[in-house]
């Protein structure tokens, strides 16, 4: 009974701050208004110009015992406080925190570099007729209801479990040594057609038309365990490159890029789930990941190592912690074949060994790398190391998206063009300017003397492709990076806008960046690129390159290409 007064006299109360609110009640300032109900005063609700929030009422027990109801103090309109936060109250009188001066610089100008966005994004909406993807802050005001949820793209082929599917899980296949895998079969891939021209102003021109495919073949045996297998038929290695099937508009030939290599071919698994019988209770240390095989290997960012497919075996250890880390991992590589150097050459007789570790903390991810490269060539050995921080830093407007990179090469029989003693400072800046789904990055490095890496693949090209649009290589054809993106004594930086449209199914990348040399040979480069890419439908994508660099002591050198981009 007296829990059911409790709950009648609450509801009179929100009906008085109601009639309050809206003017059918009138009271001054520190007036009330007072009922009673069964001969107790329900209450009282002082209207007072303060951020005060007052307790709710005590409540009383299961024997029924009286509940005492005080007065109800509403800081506002109606509002209600939670017994178990303490109360905060508002000082006037203290200050708020004034943002240092460094933020205050930083943010203003990392602002001043984000002025441009706007006046793009309304001269390209006006050339393209597109509409400029941008948040909304209000509130429709009237319901859209459940919207339709697109049909999931297939793969080419599925078998058994489909890839993201809904639906049961089989009962699979139990294996003595406790693991269950329900098998299934995956088929699918890219495809990559497109036309480019490029003119560098040092002999190099042509025009063409390559193609590229990347198949791969997956064997699904349990979440943790799979055998990937994978051919790209149109392109094969030569060396330090990759021949495309293409045609070169200039010479009028056709180029032979066929092929039946294995570009992967590794099996990655769990031991602790393929033995599980060994560890019932999941409570030792047997949650081992490995991988053998000819894979595809990426440390720093790419700026370590960047092989597309290396013979290596690797072991990890997952999901340690403590002092203040909240997950470490662990890599061991080997290395036995097909290492590339930082040429982009083969090496049959080199090996790698190396030690990777990523660290999650509070506010940063840490990575600390270590490599050796072994060759009884005359390329020579070398010892690698990489310390790189991710995080986000909150400025005074903005939050910024950062990485900071410290690389260094040391060789151990002097330097040769695969192993040079050098260091790269890199870093990486983005942010999304106020009122926009947009993006700005400003990317920077500087390279002091011969930078090397211990493997990069023939497509890789130079450890600066991370840089942006104008140090990457399409990685399709002949058509190369821009500008040079080896890291070998010099300094630059890029800096780009990637603005959306029509819902983010359309995007523009607008950049301009440049390096130059720290040792006096007068190879300074500067350039300014864009990238428009659309998606047509859930499969086809339709892109568009072009950039325009200048050397010192060269002309202006052109580029464009278009591609069709199809994932299956």
């Not at 509070?362 to 790189?388: K, M, P």
Request: glycine share 12%; proline share 5%.
């Amino acid at each position: 009974m007296k829990q059911h007064l409790l709950n009648m006299r609450l509801s009179l109360l929100a009906a008085a701050a109601i009639l309050l609110e809206l003017g059918l009640v009138g009271t001054s300032a520190t007036g009330q208004v007072g009922e009673t109900f069964a001969g107790e005063t329900a209450g009282r609700v002082h209207i007072e110009f303060s951020n005060d929030l007052p307790p709710l009422p005590d409540g009383g027990d299961d024997a029924g015992q009286n509940v005492d109801f005080p007065a109800v103090d509403y800081g506002g309109y109606g509002s209600v406080c939670s017994p178990f936060a303490d109360r905060i109250e508002h000082d006037a009188c203290v200050p708020e925190e004034e943002p240092s001066l460094c933020w205050k610089l930083g943010d203003g100008f990392f602002d001043a570099l984000s002025a441009p966005v706007e006046p793009l994004a309304d001269c390209i909406s006006r050339l393209s007729g597109s509409e400029h993807y941008a948040p909304e802050s209000p509130l429709d005001n009237y319901a859209i209801g459940l919207q339709p949820i697109p049909d999931r793209p297939r793969l080419a082929i599925e078998t058994h479990e489909k890839f993201l599917a809904p639906g049961f899980l089989e009962q699979g296949i139990r294996l003595p040594s406790g693991a269950i895998w329900r098998p299934a079969f995956w088929v699918f891939g890219t495809y990559r057609t497109g036309i480019s021209y490029q003119d560098n102003r040092a002999g190099a021109k042509f025009t063409e038309w390559a193609n590229r495919l990347d198949l791969f073949g997956q064997l699904n045996l349990s979440g943790t365990e799979r055998l990937l297998v994978g051919l790209r038929p149109l392109d094969k290695e030569r060396g330090n490159r990759r021949t495309f099937a293409s045609y070169d508009f200039r010479s009028g030939d056709w180029i032979d890029g066929a092929n039946s290599d294995l570009q992967t071919f590794f099996f990655e698994g769990d031991f602790g789930e393929i033995f599980p019988n060994l560890d019932p209770y999941d409570s030792g240390t047997l949650d081992y990941g490995f991988s053998v095989g000819r894979q595809p290997m990426s440390f720093q960012q790419g700026l370590l190592v960047n092989e597309d497919l290396i013979d290596a075996v690797t072991v990890t250890r997952n999901t340690l912690f403590g002092g203040g880390n909240l997950n470490l991992r662990i890599t061991g590589v080997y290395a036995h074949r097909e290492v590339h150097r930082n040429n982009n050459q083969p090496d049959p007789d080199a090996q790698l060994i190396g030690l990777f570790t990523e660290s999650d903390f509070a506010n940063s991810t840490v990575n600390a790398d270590v490599a050796y490269v072994n060759s009884q060539t005359n390329l020579g050995d070398l010892v690698t190391f990489g310390l790189s921080a991710i995080q986000r830093l909150r400025g005074f407007h903005n939050t910024y998206n950062t990485s900071f990179h410290l690389l260094a090469s040391f060789p151990t029989e002097g330097e040769t063009v695969a192993s040079g003693q050098g260091e790269l400072l890199f870093s990486q800046i983005s942010w999304t300017p106020h009122h926009s789904n947009d993006l700005v990055y400003l990317n920077g490095f500087w390279a002091i003397d011969q930078f090397t890496s211990p493997a990069r693949g023939p497509l890789a090209g130079g450890p600066l492709g991370q840089t942006g649009i104008l140090f990457a290589a399409a990685g399709l054809g002949r058509f190369g990076a821009p500008l040079n993106n080896q890291a070998s004594n010099a300094v630059g930086s890029s800096l780009g806008y990637q603005l959306f449209f029509d819902e983010t199914r359309k995007q523009v990348v607008l950049e301009v960046g440049g390096r130059t040399d720290t040792n006096g040979i007068d190879a300074g480069e500067i350039g300014i690129g864009t990238r428009c890419q659309t998606a047509l439908d859930q499969h086809w994508i339709f892109l568009v390159d072009g950039f325009a660099t200048k050397r010192e002591g060269r002309g202006v050198a052109p580029g464009c290409r278009v591609e069709l981009l199809a994932k299956f």
